[in-house]
């Protein structure tokens, strides 16, 4: 298949999973307690192997409907304005360091490249929401 296809379930973030949510959440805390914080809060695994920071985990459907609740009323705009990659590599997000540095040189490239998978996410969680399907995180 084609990845960001909306006839998927899936969305991978690539490298750019903890500098979304950092942008999503405003905070680099994985605190399950934030609606918009399922990318990258803690939550039980599965138990399967996943190489990289963490096994499968489970997003409960309910979580999913406030997360999708949470992401519709956050306007991409909104969003947006939240792109400071001075912020990144102070609170030692993922990536967050290699990232701000290639925005100084490419800052529409990397503008672009950490925002191409929330269409796709938007998609994905309305429909999990509407459905009121749980989602399965995977951390790699």
């Not at 750019?16 to 805390?29: I, P, S, Y």
């Not at 102070?90 to 540095?101: I, K, R, W």
Request: aromatic share 10%; proline share 6%.
């Amino acid at each position: 298949f084609e990845e960001g296809d909306p006839e998927q379930n899936l969305v991978d973030f690539d490298v750019a999973w903890d500098v979304l949510h950092f942008l999503l959440c405003g905070t680099a805390q994985r605190d399950a307690g934030h609606p918009l914080s399922i990318i990258a809060c803690q939550l039980p695994e599965l138990g399967l192997e996943a190489n990289g920071f963490g096994g499968f985990s489970v997003i409960p459907p309910e979580t999913v409907r406030r997360f999708a609740e949470a992401l519709e009323a956050l306007p991409d705009d909104e969003l947006m304005r939240r792109f400071n990659t001075g912020a990144w590599a102070s609170a030692d997000l993922y990536f967050g360091d290699v990232l701000a540095e290639d925005a100084r040189e490419n800052g529409p490239e990397v503008r672009a490249f950490v925002f191409q998978r929330v269409p796709a996410l938007r998609r994905l969680v309305m429909k999990c929401a509407a459905n009121g399907d749980a989602l399965i995180r995977v951390l790699r």
